[in-house]
């Protein structure tokens, strides 16, 4: 009973600064009341505003039975902190585990996951270790020992290739939405399959496509021929085999999501791709959702080529608007698979939209949207093009028919 009664006694609230590498070299054991973990090691790439990216996840569990309020984030390679977080940038970063909702306060016996986001300048050499330093505030304990430091969550950056692809359309003023690597609706998806936890749309976007007047759509909003993007011809980013194509779903009616869209029906009519090219031995996959039905062009165990039109713009699935979902990703399902980021081998960058809440009313409204047209378009090779810019993407150069 004495033992059970210590145990409960570092359960509740435990005052430390803690250091595991330190405390492992003398022999120490301290008790840790929030653990960090790195589960995804992130993958370094270059994004469309000429910098390198890392994107992951800091899995932060709160092994205590009172609440923990996170102050600050350091993110150390070595002893040097190359990314700051304070508690307005972790408000918006910390999500309980099932949540959508961001919070800075991690409760009792809860686990969470902290999106983290460096970036590097161009030619910056990517660390070859991270880990992370944290205070934080444990509103239950004694004033004394209410403030909290400790580190952990090694990680080793993976140091590796990207999938170079080629564009999944063709033309211009297409809006990369909810794209890589601060937005929310994709990239901090994270969602349970098969008894794990996984992140597939980690790197996702929606293109979505302006109008000469700068509109998502012209006309009655319900209307699926109003927007832009509507039917336009969707292209196999690179030489691959079909391995799953879903047609015969149903168009959506545009402006709100509809209701009781099953896991297996919310991709809508879509197209997995497995990759000829693997990544340092592993296939990849490419993944391309909501097609119009009746569109696919391409059937499980075809092999396609890059710039082959695979499919029409639709609006089916779990969808509000017509719009191509693709993502990049370790399995052959859009969701129990994780992410990857790759990268466009050609495209033009011509304005750039502020924030997802214009992108957001200008679809609500079907008023032009704001952006800031860029006094010369920016040619932009092998990148990843990121959140909320406008792009043209060059004509392809078709193979005609699938072959078996």
């Known amino acids: ?36 973990s790195v589960r995804d090691a992130p993958v370094s790439f270059a994004g469309s505003d000429g910098n390198l990216h890392l994107v992951y996840e800091l899995w932060l569990f709160n092994f205590s039975s009172g609440d923990i309020t996170l102050e600050t984030l350091d993110v150390l ?3 040097d902190a190359i990314a700051t977080l304070g508690p307005a940038d972790i408000a918006t970063r910390l999500q309980p585990a099932g949540l959508r909702d961001a919070t800075r306060t991690l409760a009792k016996s809860t686990h ?5 986001h460096i970036t590097l300048p161009a030619g910056a050499t990517v660390p070859r270790h991270l880990s ?49 690597c601060d937005s929310s609706r994709h990239m901090r998806a994270a969602i349970g399959v098969n008894n794990r936890v996984w992140l ?98 391409v ?36 969701f129990a698979s994780n992410g990857l980021p790759y990268a466009i081998d050609s495209f033009d ?11 957001d009313e200008a679809e609500a409204n079907g008023t032009p949207i704001l952006h800031r047209e860029l006094p010369n378009a920016k040619h932009v090779t092998k990148a990843l093009p990121l959140d909320q810019f406008v792009i043209s993407f060059p004509e392809p150069h078709e193979s005609t028919s699938p072959s078996r």
């Open 1 to 36: 009973m004495r033992v059970m009664e210590v145990v409960r006694s570092l359960i509740v609230i435990v005052p430390l600064s803690f250091c595991p590498v330190a405390s492992a070299a003398r022999g120490a054991e301290n008790p840790t009341p929030l653990i960090l």
């Open 349 to 359: 960058v011509t304005a750039q939209i502020p924030n997802t809440s214009a992108f």
């Open 77 to 79: 390679n070595g002893r």
């Open 132 to 180: 992370h330093r944290i205070t934080a505030f444990v509103a239950a304990a004694p004033a004394a020992f209410q403030h909290l430091s400790l580190s952990g969550g090694e990680t080793a950056p993976a140091h590796r290739n990207v999938t170079v692809l080629r564009p999944p359309l063709a033309g211009k003023k297409y809006v990369s939405a909810d794209s890589c």
């Open 200 to 297: 597939a749309q980690r790197y996702a976007v929606d293109w979505e496509q302006l109008n000469a007047d700068d509109q998502i759509y012209s006309g009655p909003r319900e209307k699926l021929e109003s927007y832009t993007i509507f039917g336009k011809p969707i292209l196999a980013v690179s030489d691959a085999m079909v391995v799953s194509a879903i047609d015969g779903l149903p168009e959506q009616i545009p402006g709100n999501y509809p209701a009781g869209i099953s896991l297996d029906q919310a991709d809508g009519n879509s197209v997995i791709l497995r990759l000829n090219d693997p990544v340092d031995g592993v296939h990849v996959y490419a993944m391309y959702a909501h097609m119009q039905p009746g569109s696919v062009r």
């Open 112 to 116: 969470g996951l902290l999106f983290v």
């Open 299 to 334: 059937h499980v165990g075809d092999r396609v080529r890059a710039g082959q039109v695979i499919g029409l713009v639709g609006n089916t699935g779990n969808s509000v608007a017509p719009h191509l979902h693709f993502q990049l990703m370790t399995e052959a399902s859009s």
